[in-house]
């Protein structure tokens, strides 16, 4: 039997409460190789369940969570080009800045 909206819905803030409600004080931080201590970038923290957290390097006290599939969805998203730095029809990217 198929979830309803209604049940996927109450589902998907059960998933986010439970994974905000997470202690990654211990976590492991991980960025892009090659990049220096100063440098800003991004930093990934791998959590329970196959979840993901993420903080900018300059700010510790910001850290967004995704689920499992948020971030498998995420990275193919990436890999397959949605979000690449080029113009686009409606004007976005770094292009149009």
Same mark, same amino acid.
């Given at each position: ?14 998933? /986010? ?12 931080? &991980? ?6 201590? &100063? ?25 967004? /969570? ?32």
């Amino acid at each position: 039997m198929a979830e309803t909206e209604e049940q996927i819905k109450a589902r998907k803030e059960r998933e /986010r409460d439970e994974l905000y409600a997470l202690d990654i004080s211990d976590a492991e931080w &991980h960025s892009a190789p090659g990049t220096e201590e &100063h440098e800003e970038r991004v930093e990934i923290a791998y959590l329970p369940g196959g979840a993901v957290a993420m903080r900018s390097s300059l700010d510790h006290g910001t850290v967004l /969570r995704y689920t499992e599939a948020e971030w498998r969805a995420f990275v193919l998203g990436a890999r397959d080009g949605e979000f690449d730095l080029e113009s686009t029809p409606g004007g976005g990217g770094a292009a149009a800045e």
